[in-house]
């Protein structure tokens, strides 16, 4: 069985500021793991993915995460916030095996004022 | 361009109507996933598909049903026993195994009155 945990329903930064979005994963095998964007009323777009390679990963629009397996943790940041990157963000998690399903988090809603 | 099609964008039906959601994609993908995202719950599986002609059961799969004859086709029919139908509704497909990406529809809003 696998879950993700995403800590705090919204988050609230100024422009220019750093953006911290949390994640945390449970997992009984090896994970790969995902942050995912959604703009208002749009279907979801890939951000980044964790699939055993590096541990940092970057992304698209400047952001990136860091896979920590004794913290259980896939935190998405990014150095300066932009307004343009108000939205919904989303972490899911899969296993490392076969044709494993992805299992979402409820989701984070980064609000950005200037 | 490539991608994947979802149809309608909005619609809206009586309590007790069956509604088909079209999902169309010409990615050549294998397998192909519906999911239900409700506010503050994240998203949902509601049934997935690996091949042409097979399915399985997601997270949240009564009151709904699908059908994979075409590889590019997998629509979704959410029947009068799914007791509360009013979502926004994803379709999502990915080729090969778990690595790889899931890319998004632009989903469909159903509002059920």
């Known amino acids: 069985a696998q879950s993700v945990t995403q800590l705090g329903s919204h988050v609230s930064v100024s422009e220019g500021a750093l953006v911290l979005l949390r994640c945390n994963y449970s997992?009984?095998?090896?994970?790969?793991l995902f942050w995912y964007v959604q703009y208002p009323n749009q279907g979801l777009q890939l951000l980044l993915k964790?699939?055993?390679?590096?541990?940092l990963v970057k992304g698209i629009n400047g952001f990136e995460a860091e896979f920590k397996k004794s913290e259980t943790s896939f935190h998405l940041t990014k150095p300066s916030a932009h307004m343009s990157d108000a939205a919904e963000y989303f972490c899911a998690v899969t296993s490392n095996s076969g044709y494993s399903t992805l299992t979402f988090g409820k989701g984070t809603m980064l609000l950005v004022s200037p | 361009d490539g991608g994947i099609t979802q149809s309608p964008k909005y619609l809206f039906r009586k309590e007790g109507q069956n509604v088909t959601l079209s999902c169309e994609q010409n990615?050549?993908?294998?397998?192909m996933y519906w999911y239900r995202q409700d506010p503050g719950q994240g998203l949902r599986l509601i049934y997935y598909?690996?091949?042409?002609?097979?399915?399985q059961k997601g997270d949240i799969a009564e009151g709904y049903s699908v059908s994979r004859e075409k590889k590019e086709s997998f629509p979704l029919t959410v029947t009068s026993a799914q007791k509360n139908p009013t979502a926004f509704y994803l379709c999502?497909?990915?080729?090969?195994?778990?690595?790889?990406?899931?890319?998004f529809g632009e989903g469909s809003w159903l509002t059920v009155v």
């Open positions: 990615l050549n993908h294998d397998a």
């Open positions: 997992s009984s095998v090896p994970p790969y």
């Open positions: 964790y699939t055993s390679a590096a541990t």
């Open positions: 598909s690996q091949i042409v002609n097979d399915f």
């Open positions: 999502a497909s990915r080729q090969g195994q778990a690595g790889n990406t899931i890319y």
